[in-house]
C-alpha cells in the first residue's frame, strides 16, 4: 500500500452555472531545490556525500537545458520535454521575431512519474476557506505571461478575492526572494485594486533573482474580514533578465 498522500481543498466552480459544484486545487506545501533532493536521496540509500550528488544535478540541469535548447527531445523519469515555438509567421522567409513568436517547451509525465501519481492516495479536505487566490500574471512591459517580471514596471495579477483592504499592517503585496533568508518586499503602489485584478508597481529598486508573489488582505465576498488571510502563488517567478541577457526571452513549460 503506497504511503504518497495529496492533500486539497474544493472550492466553487465558477465555470459553470450548477448550484454547488466545486473543484479540487492540490496544496502545495514547500518547494525542492536540488540541494533539497540530494539530501532526501542522502537520507534514504546512499553513500555519496550531499555536496556531490547536488553537482550532478546541477550538472544534469544544464545538459538537459543545453540539449533542449538545442532542438532535442529529453526524457527523464519525471517526464519528456520537447521545444516548441508559438507565433504566425506571415511567410515562409519571416525570420523568428520574439515581439511575435514564444520559444516554449512541452512537457508530458514520465514513466516513473505516472507510476507515482497512480500510487498517491488523495485526501479532500473539504471546503476550502474562501480567501486570496492568485492565478497569474502579465508584465506590462513585455506583455508575456511566462514568469518574468520587470522591475520599475507594472504587472497585471489576475485571481479571485485578491483586492487588498482593510487596516491590518500586514495587508499588502510581497515579493518574496527565493532565496533562504531573504527579506519580503512589499510593493507600495497599487494602480488597480479590484477583486479578480490587480495592477501593482514593481519596486525599481528591487534586485535581479528569483522571487514568489504573496498577497495578504482582510477583503472578503460580503464583508472585511477580522483576519488577514494570505496566499503565497506557487510558481516561482524571475526578474525580466536575471537568467542572462537583459533581452531574455525565457522559454516557459505549457
Request: hydrophobic residues 35%; aromatic residues 8%; negative net charge.
Amino acid at each position: 500500500m503506497s504511503d504518497i498522500k495529496l492533500y486539497a481543498d474544493l472550492y466553487d466552480n465558477a465555470l459553470t452555472e450548477k448550484e454547488g459544484d466545486c473543484t479540487a486545487r492540490p496544496r502545495i506545501n514547500g518547494t525542492l531545490y536540488n540541494a533539497d533532493i540530494a539530501r532526501r536521496i542522502v537520507e534514504k540509500r546512499t553513500e555519496y556525500r550531499p555536496e556531490t550528488i547536488e553537482n550532478i544535478l546541477t550538472m544534469a540541469d544544464e545538459e538537459k537545458s543545453l540539449a533542449i535548447a538545442s532542438g532535442m527531445s529529453v526524457v527523464d523519469g519525471v517526464g519528456q520535454y520537447l521545444p516548441q515555438i508559438k507565433g504566425p509567421f506571415d511567410k515562409p522567409t519571416d525570420p523568428f521575431d520574439p515581439a511575435k513568436h514564444t520559444l516554449f517547451v512541452s512537457y508530458t509525465s514520465g514513466k516513473t512519474l505516472r507510476k507515482m501519481l497512480k500510487e498517491t492516495k488523495v485526501i479532500i479536505n473539504g471546503q476550502a476557506v474562501v480567501g486570496p487566490v492568485i492565478g497569474g500574471l502579465t508584465d506590462s512591459a513585455t506583455g508575456k505571461d511566462d514568469g518574468t517580471f520587470t522591475p520599475g514596471m507594472p504587472i497585471v495579477v489576475s485571481g479571485n478575492n485578491i483586492k487588498i483592504m482593510g487596516t491590518n499592517a500586514a495587508n499588502g503585496f510581497y515579493f518574496i526572494p527565493a532565496a533562504e533568508g531573504g527579506t519580503p518586499v512589499k510593493a507600495t503602489v497599487i494602480v488597480h485594486n479590484n477583486p479578480s485584478q490587480l495592477t501593482v508597481m514593481v519596486p525599481a529598486d528591487l534586485a535581479e533573482g528569483d522571487y514568489y508573489i504573496s498577497i495578504t488582505t482582510q477583503y472578503g465576498r460580503s464583508a472585511t474580514v477580522k483576519e488577514p488571510r494570505t496566499y503565497k502563488y506557487p510558481v516561482l517567478l524571475s526578474t525580466a533578465g536575471s537568467g542572462g541577457d537583459d533581452d531574455d526571452d525565457r522559454p516557459v513549460i505549457e
